[in-house]
């Protein structure tokens, strides 16, 4: 019987480097659209043969970062579902799209900058990050958790408030008031809930165990 082929160090570097370059880039092109990259290999700490191997113009790197930030807000969602309740992990999900959101509007200008250009390349589409909202939304009815009926578009067009977030201000504490009213929203009227539009099973995110109303004594 064949043993699996291990990762070798070769590959594991190549790999590392890619991610640091990705995460470098994203960092210096929200700052500066055109920052040269030369400057950007140079801060990940990688050759020019290693940097161009990887991405070899500006357009790569740039729609590379889109995508890779993207598919890591995709990939989250049944990372999530596996270890929590449904709509713990869709309310957590959507912290990480916010900060997904953040690192779109962030890169706008460099975004518009590769794909403007005559027969440049297209962005990419949402189709990961949709079909993760459809997986969590779908646990959540079929669990009960939210009320029934909500389609993806009816979630982002929802959150839609997001995208107008600046990422150079203290987004987090804006963002995550209008994502408590949106879950608080997706709560009203789901089966599993009781008629204050909370959990039946226990307190909510939003809802310490010290402010539930007291039980009458006899």
Request: charged content about 25%; some cysteine; glycine content about 8%.
């Amino acid at each position: 019987m064949s043993r699996p082929m291990k990762e070798t160090p070769a590959r594991s570097d190549a790999v590392r480097n890619r991610e640091r370059i990705l995460q470098v880039a994203m960092t210096e092109l929200t700052v500066c659209p055109d920052v040269p990259l030369s400057a950007i290999a140079k801060k990940a700490g990688v050759g020019q043969g290693t940097f161009y191997r990887n991405f070899p113009n500006r357009e790569a790197l740039v729609l590379e970062i889109y995508r890779y930030e993207m598919q890591q807000v995709a990939t989250a969602a049944a990372e999530l579902l596996c270890g929590r309740t449904p709509d713990a992990a869709l309310r957590e999900w959507m912290d990480r799209l916010a900060r997904f959101a953040m690192t779109k509007a962030g890169l706008a200008d460099a975004i518009r900058l590769v794909t403007s250009a005559p027969g440049g390349p297209a962005k990419p589409g949402p189709a990961p990050v949709m079909e993760a909202a459809a997986t969590l939304l779908r646990a959540n009815e079929e669990a009960g958790t939210i009320r029934p009926g909500v389609t993806p578009d009816d979630f982002f067009l929802a959150i839609a408030g997001l995208w107008q977030l600046d990422p150079q201000e203290d987004w987090q504490p804006r963002a995550a008031r209008l994502l408590d009213l949106v879950m608080n929203g997706l709560r009203a009227g789901a089966p599993a809930t009781d008629s204050y539009g909370t959990s039946a099973g226990g307190p909510t995110r939003d809802e310490p165990p010290n402010q539930r109303a007291p039980v009458p004594r006899r």
